[in-house]
């Protein structure tokens, strides 16, 4: 009785590729609820302001969302600015100027985290909260 020996795989024979896997069917969907969740702390951080006091909606532009916030920005004692105008720097500048410089910054902080393509984002300015210090751009 002869027996016929199989040769044994050498520790040095690669392991044959695995198959890729299939892709999985089913979709993604981030609610609006998120989305409005993740624009009001984006743009309370890069405010500097609480995100309770950011209200964010959105609307279609042609295809891609829109951003509306609404909030009320921290400015100096008036005082403060009399006695020392250079104070309103130290708050990050003027008013619109800050607006205008977190638009860019929140809308790529948006799409980063979500995925999801904004057109614009529109800051509406609807108080100011006087305080002693704030946080600068």
């Known amino acids: ?35 409005t969740s993740l624009a009001q702390a984006a743009a309370a951080d890069v405010l500097g302001v609480p995100p309770g006091q950011v209200r964010a909606s959105f609307s279609d532009d042609r295809g891609l969302l829109a951003l509306l916030l609404a909030l009320s920005l921290p400015v100096p004692p008036l005082a403060r600015v009399l006695d020392d105008p250079g104070v309103v720097e130290s708050f990050g500048g003027p008013l619109l100027g800050r607006a205008e410089a977190a638009r860019t910054p929140i809308l ?12 614009r984002v529109d800051i509406r300015i609807i108080g100011s909260t006087v305080t002693r210090g704030a946080r600068v751009l």
């Open 1 to 35: 009785m002869t027996t016929a020996s199989v040769p044994a795989a050498s520790p040095m024979t690669p392991a044959p590729p695995l198959r890729e896997p299939a892709p999985l069917t089913g979709h993604n969907r981030i609610t609006t609820q998120a989305l």
């Open 108 to 119: 790529e902080r948006i799409q980063e985290l979500s995925g999801a393509r904004l057109s």
